[in-house]
């Protein structure tokens, strides 16, 4: 079963923050959050294993709740690069990674 | 980069012809997927496949069979394509370490 994400878009100018949230029905071993470009492939960001953990490079971090089987991407200080469609992918540990239907986020100057 | 090539690139085929499009990875990752992606549906899971002849169903095979009888290929094979098969596929290998999922460049299959 796909993850639910939410905003579907979202709109910001350059310096502007985001959220992007992603949920599972199901007990998730990890999540990972990826991000494509029109066009291209989707690209890895960050992977968040089961154990609550927090993790960012750069002005992109995410959390990770286990319990709630939800996950968060914080985009910070947004930039015109950032632009781009959103996935967050699911693991329940059995290796068959579902995904989310994606938030488009559209950075203007 | 994870070595990882995707046969065609780009396709246009009639409805009820058979396709296959080919995954190959130069390195030996255990795990590789085929996705299609689809506006409004992100990426969908069509089938997995975690050794050579092993292979799982994802969330949206019917129509679509998978085979794996080396390593460094994954091919996807439409038996008879439809029109709501039009789309474009994307193949990933699952890389030791991070467990990331390193993505093809994808197939665009237009089924006319």
């Known amino acids: 079963q796909q993850p639910v994400q939410s905003p579907q878009a979202v709109i910001l100018r350059e310096g502007e923050d985001a959220v992007i949230n992603c949920s599972s029905s199901?007990?998730?071993?990890?999540v990972h959050w990826y991000r494509q470009k029109h066009g291209e492939a989707p690209v890895f960001l960050m992977i968040l294993l089961k154990g609550g953990e927090q993790k960012g490079h750069d002005k992109i971090s995410a959390s990770f709740n286990e319990k709630k089987q939800q996950s968060s991407l914080y985009l910070t200080a947004s930039q015109l690069s950032y632009s781009g469609t959103y996935f967050c992918?699911?693991?329940?540990?059995?290796?068959?990674?579902?995904f989310g239907a994606g938030t488009r986020l559209t950075v203007k100057p | 980069d994870a070595g990882i090539t995707q046969s065609p690139r780009h396709k246009v085929t009639e409805t009820g012809t058979p396709v296959t499009l080919r995954c190959h990875q130069t390195e030996n990752h255990r795990y590789m997927y085929w996705y299609r992606q689809d506006p409004g549906h992100g990426l969908r899971l069509i089938h997995y496949s975690y050794g050579v002849k092993d292979t799982d169903k994802g969330e949206v095979s019917d129509g679509y069979s998978v085979s794996r009888s080396k390593t460094e290929d994954f091919l996807l094979t439409l038996e008879s394509a439809t029109s709501s098969q039009t789309s474009v596929y994307f193949c990933a290998i699952r890389t030791g370490g991070t467990g990331e999922l390193f993505f093809g460049e994808g197939s665009r299959l237009t089924v006319l």
């Open positions: 199901k007990a998730l071993y990890s």
């Open positions: 992918g699911t693991d329940d540990n059995n290796n068959d990674m579902r």
